[in-house]
């Protein structure tokens, strides 16, 4: 059980935690999550949130310790259920502008379920300087359209099954996060070589 959230961040860095919903032998249904604003010197830092969704995973080619339910997704915020025997993870995420005043911000997490409420508070503490972009660590991460659209629609040709668009939603997301796709639209380049190149 947590009293308080505690984070530390730069202009123009993201900081996260979770929050996980135990039901304690009973179902929950319709449980809501309400996110306030955290409000500081430079005025407001939004709360976002997701619901983490699990994914069963498959045993590898490789030797592994577990395979099974792991949690990965995560999905747009909304009302959801959690199993008697379940636990749910929640994802909470403060993006801090880089023109962002320093200073503490701060607004708390409500979890309510029918008439019971549980709210945590959440404090941030801005840092009086900003993280550089382009960032110095190299950070190539896979992201090949061809395995991104097996996630959309196994039957079909990637380019028809994953338009150039919702990869460049892809590409938007990892530059948020400061990470470097690799092959950047490779997949959706023809490259003809004609005569001696």
Not at 75 to 94: E, K, N, S, T, Y
Not at 109 to 121: E, F, L, M, N
Not at 181 to 188: L, Q, S
Request: some cysteine; hydrophobic content about 40%.
């Amino acid at each position: 059980i947590v009293d308080e959230i505690e984070l530390h961040a730069a202009g123009d860095e993201t900081e996260a935690f979770q929050l996980v919903v135990i039901p304690n032998g009973q179902a929950l249904k319709d449980v809501r999550v309400e996110a306030a604003p955290l409000v500081g010197p430079g005025g407001t830092l939004d709360l976002a949130w997701n619901h983490v969704e699990y994914v069963r995973t498959a045993p590898p080619s490789y030797p592994v310790e577990y395979v099974g339910w792991w949690p990965d997704p995560l999905l747009p915020p909304g009302p959801f259920d959690v199993p008697a025997d379940a636990r749910q993870p929640l994802w909470f995420r403060v993006d801090v502008p880089p023109d962002a005043e320093s200073g503490r911000y701060a607004g708390q997490v409500t979890i309510r379920h029918g008439d019971q409420a549980k709210s945590v508070p959440v404090v941030v503490h801005v840092r009086p300087f900003r993280l550089p972009r382009p960032g110095k660590l190299a950070t190539p991460f896979g992201l090949y359209a061809s395995a991104l659209a097996r996630g959309y629609d196994t039957e079909k040709p990637y380019h028809s099954a994953m338009p150039v668009e919702v990869y460049q939603r892809w590409c938007r997301f990892l530059a948020e996060r400061r990470l470097t796709p690799k092959n950047v639209a490779r997949e959706y380049i023809t490259v003809k070589q004609e005569g001696d190149g």
